[in-house]
């Protein structure tokens, strides 16, 4: 197997994903195999957690640049929410500025805030 099938192998394994009636609330990723999983894998609705790993483990084998899940962003600030939703909006591929999504989200003067956002995305991959 080579060097990348492998580190993919593992990189698959080492995330956890938790959705709600919603949509995938918590994509967490480990930084070791035997790294903190969520407490409720799979949480409220293990069906959608199943096809949101099944998309990432796409993305991550680069046979996927979207995703068609729903996001559960109810236990964030309406701002988070509103950071998220721009940075969803990046066409895959692309980067765009802090300023460029605190812009986009409303708050053209809060770029820092939306740095801190991102830090604490509750959906990596997905939203990154």
């Not at 995330?15 to 949480?43: D, P």
């Not at 993305?59 to 969803?88: E, I, K, M, N, W």
Request: no cysteine.
């Amino acid at each position: 197997m080579a060097a990348h099938a492998k580190w993919l192998a593992r990189l698959r394994r080492e995330f956890s994903v938790r959705a709600t009636g919603r949509g995938v609330a918590e994509i967490r990723m480990h930084r070791q195999a035997g790294g903190k999983r969520l407490a409720a894998e799979g949480g409220d609705n293990p069906a959608l957690a199943r096809r949101a790993r099944a998309q990432i483990a796409e993305y991550l084998g680069g046979r996927r640049t979207s995703f068609g899940l729903p996001l559960d962003l109810s236990g964030l600030t309406p701002f988070v929410r509103d950071a998220l939703r721009a940075a969803a909006r990046i066409p895959y591929g692309e980067t765009r500025s802090y300023a460029w999504v605190a812009r986009e989200a409303g708050r053209p003067r809060a770029f820092r805030a939306v740095g801190q956002a991102m830090h604490r995305n509750p959906v990596p991959l997905v939203v990154p």
